[in-house]
């Protein structure tokens, strides 16, 4: 790799001190370092940006990632992250082993892992992607929803909870894990659908197939007139009202991570539930 895209959460890289770091490494070597340019306060991607850069580094947390990977996944450029966050589950390179990684991207030892998104529509004109999840939640006031489910056609369910987790096997280690969902593979193929805080005995996530499509339709709306947020990686993209759908099934697009070490997934998931 020559040519590296620097991409920093400013808020945890405040003073510059790690940024300033991998630049003056990625120099040392001959190589170079690409900035993104900001309008209005976000960055934008240049048009030509697939001829320019072999690869991103973001520099910051799993979420920082996440907003990255959404931005740069119609540019099929690999990403690595660095991680100044807690638990890391995506970023990669842990801050003591930044040049070692330089290192290795340099000399092309590494692989690429492949991570499935979602898409979501919702009615003619709304389309948003996911990296960990889709989710559907109340808006406001606290009160129960009613939300009806319906897998490939056929109707499955009316769940009366506080919202629902739409998530891939990355985002099973996120929100949906938090609301009892199980933890999966991150490169396995598979949709899931975990409640929160149902309003049922039965409060289990279910696992579908990634070539399933759910839609969730928002039922009645008990005492409270506040829409249904739905939200794409935590970023809130759009108001539901009763009646209203959503269709999400798997997208065409995947978000490629770059690998460095060796290290399996469950030895990961060992070092991370340490304490917890």
């Known amino acids: 790799m020559e040519r590296f895209y620097i991409i920093t959460n400013q808020r945890k890289d405040d ?89 290795q991207l340099i000399a092309g030892d590494y692989t690429i892992e492949k991570r499935m998104m979602l898409y979501g529509k919702i009615g003619k004109n709304k389309r948003e992607i996911a990296l960990n999840d889709i989710v559907v939640a109340r808006k406001g006031h606290l009160h129960i929803m009613e939300l009806n489910i319906y897998v490939n056609g056929e109707f499955l369910n009316a769940y009366h909870a506080d919202g629902l987790i739409i998530s891939t096997p990355t985002g099973s280690t996120a929100y949906s894990l938090s609301a009892g969902g199980p933890i999966v593979e991150p490169t396995a193929a598979m949709i899931l659908l975990t409640p929160i805080c149902s309003h049922a005995l039965n409060k289990s996530s279910i696992v579908f197939s990634a070539g399933d499509e759910i839609v969730i339709e928002i039922g009645k709306n008990r005492g409270a007139s506040e829409g249904v947020a739905v939200s794409f990686d935590g970023l809130e993209g759009a108001m539901l009202e009763v009646g209203e759908r959503i269709v999400i099934r798997r997208a065409r697009e995947t978000t490629k991570l770059i690998k460095l070490s060796n290290t399996s997934f469950l030895e990961t998931l060992r070092e991370k539930m340490k304490g917890n």
């Open 15 to 103: 003073n510059k001190k790690i940024t300033s770091r991998i630049q003056a490494y990625v120099k040392s070597k001959g190589k170079t370092c690409i900035f993104p340019e900001y309008e209005n306060g976000h960055w934008v991607i240049p048009s030509d940006m697939e001829m320019q850069i072999d690869c991103a580094i973001v520099i910051g947390g799993d979420g920082t990632l996440i907003q990255v990977s959404r931005k740069l996944v119609f540019h099929n450029i690999p990403i690595l992250g660095v991680n100044l966050g807690t638990l890391g589950y995506l970023t990669e390179v842990e801050v003591k082993n930044i040049e070692e990684a330089i290192d």
